[in-house]
């Protein structure tokens, strides 16, 4: 169909062999159809000549029973041919839509945020080209020379007709192509951009409200919904303009080649069956024509849903059969790590190398935009690197399977990040979706909520565990959605745990529960790492980080760490020493 698909490559090729047999039959009963529709044009050719000439009957009789029995069974291959397309519509599905959906959670494509978010939107239109009506257009193509040859049978002047009316709309199909292509994908392009901005409106329309920003962004929109309309429009102006003259061309073709016949007929060249039969074959013969120029919008947008989806899969890092390392005890040794954000020449980590044994409690602190949240994505997987590594007991985190190794760490992100679903499933982190062991799952789940200091707070709330939460926690207050993030971190006690700024909601309460917490995690021997902007948990922490500009400006222990800090402070501002003093 595509000229791309005929050498799709890993996962493409994979998915469309594995729908081959469906394809291949549909392109029989295609064949079978296409040789069935020549029955009319015998039925109508047998009436005029034979039935009406000599007044018989019975024939007509026997050519009516025949010709129902034909549409008949062109009616049963329809319906056969649209169940295989179904099927393999389905199938594809299967072998696609979870591993897209893997690679974009991943991280792993190189498509960019916007076009991850749509990923699943452009396989639904290469989906529905491929198994719906576009594909039968291509099906139904090869048929056209085989009835510009019956077309020949009854008159060369005929074929000759149909081959020139061929030719024209071949030429207005590659016009088409020409034409609309770039139109066409910058369309798209652009729809799937209106499309993203949207739905990240939607999501913070609570901060929207609240900061009167409603109008200001409707505006926005709308600016990026007419910059999309215009682009959809001129696509659709010059697609409907060679639509147009190739209906056009088809319809006077076949009022030209009844003409035709009539003439042949005058001079009885053929029989007068024949002037129908004409204008039947050469309608049939350009209609596979006129369907694929019509259909081109899809072509096109599936062809540019395939190359997004293939440079995905490619991007995607080779799936190797990883050792399976055992269990980390705790040991982190991070070595000139670096990292950049695209289209940014200023690191956002630069040669960060330091070492954590388990049981320790480090703290990172430092000013807003020192690396210190991106550095905890980096250490919990969320992120990887550029440069450097990062080793958990001496294995590097890339010889790690991660979803295997996100079994042994617990993250607590900025903002939480809660889901969609009941506080246990959140807790849980969905593992209920992938084990049958429930009793497990609620042990597991309420034994972190308590470690957490959470179970509490959790059973006072309507439902409980099974309360069930909206998007991004909506449900909870933000002390409360963090208490349960927190739970969620601690879920399996994970040997690893990173927490970002855990307790920027919490009340003073609060705040001594997750004291006792990371003191019980030192007596569990989990190396716990925490971004920290208030100073309440310093009492527990073994050891102090201070980033600043993407690098470590100080670490080591808590006393000196603070004691050095104090004494910068102090030479930094001597007057006000002076007056306390």
């Known amino acids: 169909m595509l000229r791309d698909l005929h050498k799709p490559a890993g996962p493409m090729k994979a998915a469309l062999s594995s729908c081959r047999r469906h394809f291949l039959s549909s392109l029989i009963f295609s064949a079978l159809m296409n040789i069935l529709y020549i029955g009319p044009v015998l039925y109508m050719l047998q009436v005029y000549d034979r039935v009406v000439a000599g007044q018989g009957r019975l024939t007509l009789l026997f050519l009516t029973v025949i010709i129902v029995f034909v549409i008949a069974t062109l009616a049963l291959l329809e319906q056969v041919r649209s169940r295989l397309l179904v099927r393999a519509s389905i199938r594809f599905d299967r072998q696609l839509s979870g591993l897209l959906l893997d690679t974009t959670l991943s991280g792993r494509g190189s498509t960019g945020e916007a076009m991850n978010k749509q990923v699943l939107r452009e396989f639904d239109t290469l989906r529905q080209a491929l198994t719906g009506p576009t594909i039968l257009s291509f099906f139904d193509f090869p048929w056209s020379p085989v009835y510009i ?71 926005r929109h709308l600016i990026e919904r007419r910059a999309m309309l215009n682009l959809q429009a001129n696509a659709s102006f010059a697609g409907g303009y060679y639509v147009a003259i190739s209906k056009f061309v088809r319809l006077i073709l076949q009022s030209l080649a009844l003409g035709l016949g009539a003439w042949l007929a005058i001079d009885n060249q053929i029989s007068a069956g024949a002037i129908f039969a004409s204008s039947f074959l050469v309608g049939r013969a350009l209609t596979p024509i006129d369907q694929l120029l019509g259909a081109w919008r899809n072509v096109v947008h599936a062809r540019a849903s395939y190359e997004t989806l293939n440079d995905l899969l490619a991007a995607k890092e080779a799936d190797i059969a990883l050792t399976r390392l055992p269990a980390p005890v705790g040991h982190i040794a991070v070595e000139h790590l670096t990292y950049f954000t695209p289209g940014q020449e200023k690191p956002i980590l630069a040669d960060i190398s330091f070492t954590v044994e388990p049981g320790e409690v480090i703290a990172i602190v ?4 020192a690396g210190k949240s991106t550095l905890l994505r980096m250490l919990s997987g969320a992120t990887r690197p550029l440069r450097g590594s990062i080793r958990y007991d001496g294995a590097n985190i890339q010889d790690w399977d991660s979803e295997r190794l996100a079994g042994f760490v617990g993250y607590l992100p900025q903002d939480t990040s809660l889901f969609a679903g009941t506080i246990k499933e959140n807790i849980a982190r969905f593992g209920n979706f992938l084990s049958d062991d429930g009793e497990a799952i609620d042990n597991n789940v309420i034994e972190a909520a308590r470690l957490s200091g959470a179970h509490d707070m959790i059973q006072a709330l309507p439902g409980g565990y099974n309360l069930t939460l909206g998007w991004g926690g909506r449900g909870l207050s933000a002390g409360q959605a963090q208490r349960v993030g927190l739970a969620r971190a601690l879920y399996g006690a994970p040997p690893l745990i990173f927490l970002d700024e855990p307790n920027a909601h919490l009340d003073a309460e609060g705040e001594v529960r997750l004291v006792a917490t990371l003191a019980d995690l030192k007596k569990k021997n989990a190396s716990v790492i925490i971004v920290a902007h208030r100073m309440g948990i310093l009492g527990v922490v073994d050891k102090i980080m ?30 006000s020493q002076t007056a306390e003093g």
């Open 546 to 575: 201070v980033m600043r500009d993407g690098r470590v400006e100080a670490f080591g222990g808590r006393d000196e760490v603070l004691g050095r800090l104090k004494a910068i402070r102090s030479e930094e501002h001597p007057a």
């Open 366 to 369: 430092g000013p807003s935009g």
């Open 149 to 219: 040859i019956v077309c020949f049978l009854i008159h060369p002047a005929i074929a000759a007709l149909a081959v020139v009316g061929g030719g024209i709309l071949l030429f207005i199909a590659l016009r088409n192509e020409r034409q609309t292509n770039t139109p066409l994908k910058q369309a798209n392009a652009a729809a799937n951009k209106a499309y993203v901005s949207q739905e990240q409106t939607l999501a913070g329309a609570e901060v929207i409200r609240a900061l009167g920003m409603r109008s200001a962004l409707v505006r």
